[in-house]
């Protein structure tokens, strides 16, 4: 027999089995089901799915980091990167300094957090420093494992990032402090074109040149190389030759982002200059 809806004799309405005793289905408990109901109809509930929260101009969460001060003079940094990100695909920026010290991590990662954040775009930085690891540990990121571990060992990607609330950054580790070796170039080629698809700027925070290990990062793979340069502190013929190391591998350089620079004119006059 099917078990359709039956009329109780006051006219409630009700679907279920049928009781031996009465005739009559027997009555569920649908207590809480009916007050849900109406606690939706009078708009208790919120009923926007978290997908059409943008779509429908509300306000994200705010951001669990923001860039910081020195984030207004890297500004023009994504005007000048602006061109790379026209096509379909991501942009991979490396940034690398001649010397250690100069500043690296803390420009990628500012520079990162400007880009995902006033700049919209989705946005991966990739920790390339394997002996220091300083800005996936400011971003609370797993260091044990990286990305390219995750290839070797099969580990999901998704899960070896950590994703910055409020912001569309994440961070992950290339090579993770239990990784064995560094990258190959055939694996870190590939995992260069994958992320393409995935982000629309992928910075890498790059060991120093004269540690020797930066060449292993593929700078000819790169889409854009900035040089770092402690203002006041790398001779000017240490500049030139890293420049020339990098145009001589085959790399795109985009430019010098001069760290800790001292202005000696007083600000309320540079700012009118």
């Excluded at 799915?49 to 890297?74: D, F, H, K, S």
């Excluded at 571990?149 to 580790?173: K, M, Q």
């Amino acid at each position: 027999m099917d078990i359709g809806t039956a009329a109780y004799p006051d006219g409630e309405f009700f679907t279920g089995g049928v009781s031996s005793a009465s005739g009559f289905p027997k009555r569920i408990a649908v207590t809480g089901v009916y007050e849900a109901l109406q606690r939706v109809r009078q708009g208790g509930y919120d009923r926007v799915l978290p997908g059409e929260r943008l779509a429908r101009g509300l306000e994200p969460p705010p951001p669990t980091r923001a860039p910081g001060p020195i984030a207004v003079e890297l500004t023009p940094l994504l005007s000048a990167v602006r061109p790379l990100l026209d096509g379909t695909k991501g942009a991979v920026l490396h940034f690398v300094a001649a010397a250690a010290g100069e500043g690296t991590s803390t420009i990628a990662r500012e520079f990162a957090l400007l880009a995902a954040t006033s700049g919209r775009r989705r946005t991966l930085l990739i920790d390339g420093v394997r002996r220091g690891l300083h800005s996936a540990r400011f971003f609370n990121c797993d260091t044990s494992r990286g990305l390219i571990d995750g290839i070797w060992i099969g580990y999901d990607e998704a899960d070896l990032r950590r994703a910055v609330p409020g912001t569309s950054l994440s961070v992950a580790c290339l090579v993770g402090e239990r990784g064995n070796a560094p990258a190959d170039a055939v694996t870190l080629s590939g995992l260069y074109e994958q992320l393409r698809d995935q982000f629309e700027l992928i910075i890498v925070d790059c060991p120093a040149m004269e540690s020797g290990e930066y060449s292993t990062l593929l700078p000819e793979e790169a889409d854009g190389i900035f040089l770092v340069i402690r203002a006041e502190g790398t001779r000017p013929a240490v500049i030139a030759h890293s420049k020339a190391l990098v145009e001589q591998g085959g790399g795109h350089f985009l430019g010098a982002v001069l760290n800790a620079r001292r202005n000696y004119i007083p600000s309320f006059l540079y700012r009118q200059l």
